[in-house]
């Protein structure tokens, strides 16, 4: 079993920063497909950034340019750099995990936090 907590949600002003990192219960996430996603009241859950088993980061469009997702040395620790945010950044953020490959939708992956709060006023 796999228990993840996210941290470093809170409220921003447009433009500001935050710091979001998603701690495991496992020693490594070495091998596991790691991801953020996030949904606002009323919305779907969208993929904000995921980082394959094989390294290899990606964000979504929406936030390229302004968030970067990164693991810690011992790989047991997400982190998700959030910057110049803006007030549609507003949503609960979830960190999911999956042994392998990347599922194709939120619904394929096996472990959920319980997220994090973020709210980007204006």
């Known amino acids: 079993q796999v228990q993840l907590v996210e941290s470093g949600g809170g409220s921003v002003q447009s433009g500001g920063s935050l710091r979001l990192s998603c701690a495991a219960s496992?020693?490594?996430?070495?091998?596991?497909?790691m991801a953020w996603f996030r949904q606002a009241p009323g919305e779907e859950r969208e993929g904000v950034a995921t980082?394959?088993?094989?390294?290899?980061?990606s964000l979504a469009n929406s936030v390229q340019g302004r968030f970067t997702v990164s693991q810690n040395n011992t790989k047991n620790t997400l982190i998700l750099q959030m910057n110049s945010l803006k007030p549609e950044d507003t949503a609960m953020y979830f960190c999911?995990?999956?042994?392998?490959?990347?599922?194709?939708?939120?619904?394929?992956?096996?472990?959920w936090g319980q997220g994090t709060q973020v709210t980007v006023s204006s």
């Open positions: 496992r020693y490594s996430y070495s091998g596991y497909c």
């Open positions: 999911a995990a999956h042994p392998g490959r990347c599922p194709r939708s939120a619904s394929g992956y096996l472990y």
């Open positions: 980082i394959e088993n094989n390294g290899r980061a």
